[in-house]
């Protein structure tokens, strides 16, 4: 028998009972556009974390005085004293690895223009803090490095600031408002981040220069955080470590029980624990895709089993006229493959119109992975194969004189 | 004359661990090239069981069966399968044809199964077959559009198909109106002029009457196996 001969012969038979294949079929069909579907779901949330890490900023390393414990900072006396601004700028000197360097303070003040007023957290900072937080303005312009890095009285504002002070809408730029007891003047207003991974208000914030927060506002010379740009996603693990090395250079570092007065931490730490997130998400959709698929076995399976039943005499019959049990095995495992193959090949086309839906309304950048297409179809063959094979094997075992008889 | 079928105390029980059935005892006879016979008995005699072991379709548990020159008796299956395509052809009581299918692509089945036959000629074969059953305007059609002696026919054409050395007919005209069956017996007789052994397992005396040797079986073992003259059928009415 040839494979023609086989194609033919499953073909025809699968026609004829049209309804019957098209039920099972639909089985497979929502199986594989299951997985399909919900690997593209997956993978697109997966991106849109991605995509939401990459908004908090470009490589970032921070910097903090004291030790990072389970529920929260534990900050021994005089911690604060640890970081200091020539700290930041020995980092920018001496650390190969690392692009950008900002020192920051931040303080939570009263902001008033004219009869509004709202409380934000008003952030020191110098320059390169607009690159290592990917910063742009949505309207007016970011503080120049000679204003950031000086005394200047110059500010940024986020969105929310902007509404809560200027709920007429009216042309911002080159007003001066009042921040805690110091006027300054708005410069820009920073396009919108939205919330962060942890709901909080990113454009609730106002940006300063780090000296005028420090001295103006707060009259101390302490920092409470660098933040650092990596020079790629590669060098952070690298740059992580340059900069240790620098802090641990530094006087007086290492408390009198032994522990580090400060830590390094990474957003990429972050980004892998929503990484784990969403991993969990797509092994257990995937799982449930998995389920649907193998139910759509069994009604392979199933079928298959009633299509040997009806076809008794038929297998006597090819048996007689010279058929040996593995031309009628292979027959109808032919049969069953052809039924999850092209399952397989619909639920994929299925799964990824399915995709494509979900990506439009979720927002999400929805992407079928060659991956997922070749993993749902050859899923899909081992179905035919697996649940085909008991049928197959039943219908090869029947003695051809009593198939013969089989009423 | 070559012996195309010779079984020496062929024997053949039945045991399904409670009951144990002796179907058939101590069987001996040859059939060599070219004889038309019937075996005939009443029903338990033993025939059917007979033919499964003739068609090596089953095995016997004792005794030696040898087709042609081949030896049955330790064959695998699959040696049984090729055997059974390449040196016999079936004609069943109930036609056994594939509905829904066409005539022409059933008397092309056995080909499916023999290598040797290129996929190429097997429907100009198949045509030839169904000529000679003087049905090839019907080719196309399915056996429900048939009548029962012409669906015998196209059963008949795929037994011829390949040119077997034997042709096991399981109560042939069973299912077939007079006409029919005078007919059905008609080509068979033919074929046997034109040299085919054909072995006729029957229990009408009609059928067996037309057989020049007729064997005769009774709870498992030949009560008689003689040689008769068989009635012509010049007078039959042939049904095309």
Partial sequence: ?407 | MKPVIQAENLGRVFDNGTVRVEALKDVNFTIGTGELVAITGSSGSGKSTLLGILGCLDRPTSGKYILDGVAVAGMQNRELAALRNRKIGFVFQSFQLLQRTSALDNVELPMLYNPSIPEGSRKKLAMEALDRMGLSDRALHKPSELSGGQQQRVAIARALVSNPKLILADEPTGNLDSESTASVMEILSGLNKSGTTVVIVTHEPDVAARCRRVISLRDGHIITDQIQEPKNFADAIRVT
């Fill in chain 1, 1 to 407: 028998m040839t494979i023609k001969d086989l194609v033919k012969i499953s073909t025809t038979s699968l026609i004829r009972n049209g309804v019957r294949s098209w039920l099972t079929v639909l089985g497979v069909i929502i199986g594989v556009a299951s997985v399909i579907a919900m690997q593209a779901i997956g993978n697109g949330s997966d991106e849109s974390i991605k995509k939401e890490v990459r908004s908090m900023g470009v490589n970032v390393i921070m910097i903090f005085p004291g030790t990072f414990r389970m529920g929260g900072v534990a900050q021994s006396a005089g911690s604060m004293s640890v970081l200091e601004v020539e700290d930041a700028e020995k980092i920018k000197e001496t650390v190969k690895t690392v692009v950008a360097v900002s020192p920051i303070v931040q303080s939570g003040q009263q902001i008033v223009y004219q009869t509004n007023n709202w409380r934000s957290n008003v952030t020191g900072i110098w320059a390169d803090y607009f690159t290592i937080k990917a910063y742009k303005v949505s309207s007016g312009r970011l503080l120049t490095e000679r204003e950031a890095n000086g005394m200047s009285k110059n500010c940024l504002i986020g969105k929310t600031v902007y509404k809560k002070l200027f709920p007429a809408g009216s042309n911002p730029i080159g007003e001066t408002i009042r921040v805690g007891t110091v006027p300054m003047k708005i410069v820009g207003i920073l396009e919108a981040k939205g919330s962060g991974t942890f709901g909080q208000d990113q454009d609730d914030i106002i940006l300063a220069p780090l000296k005028t927060v420090q001295k103006r506002l707060l009259a101390t010379t302490f920092i409470q955080q660098i933040q650092v740009s990596a020079k790629s996603e590669a060098k952070m693990t690298q740059a992580m470590a340059d900069i240790r090395a620098y802090m641990l250079s530094k006087p007086n570092i290492i408390s009198s029980d032994g522990e580090e007065r400060f830590s390094i931490r990474s957003q990429s730490e972050l980004s892998s624990m929503l990484g784990s997130i969403s991993k969990v998400m797509i092994l257990l959709l995937s799982s449930i895709a998995a389920i649907s698929l193998l139910v759509g076995g069994i009604g392979i399976m199933n079928i298959m089993l009633v299509s040997v039943t009806e076809r008794t005499r038929e297998i006597g019959l090819r048996m007689a006229l010279g058929a040996t049990d593995r031309d009628v095995k292979i027959q109808f495992l032919a049969e069953s493959i052809m039924l999850s193959v092209w399952g397989g090949i619909l639920g994929i086309i299925f799964g990824y119109l399915i995709s494509l839906l979900a990506g439009s309304i979720l927002n999400w950048p929805v992407t079928v992975s060659s991956s997922s297409i070749l993993l749902a179809f050859t899923f899909s063959a081992v179905v035919g194969i697996f649940f085909g094979y008991y049928p197959a094997k039943k219908a090869s075992e029947l003695d051809p004189i009593e198939a013969l008889r089989y009423e």
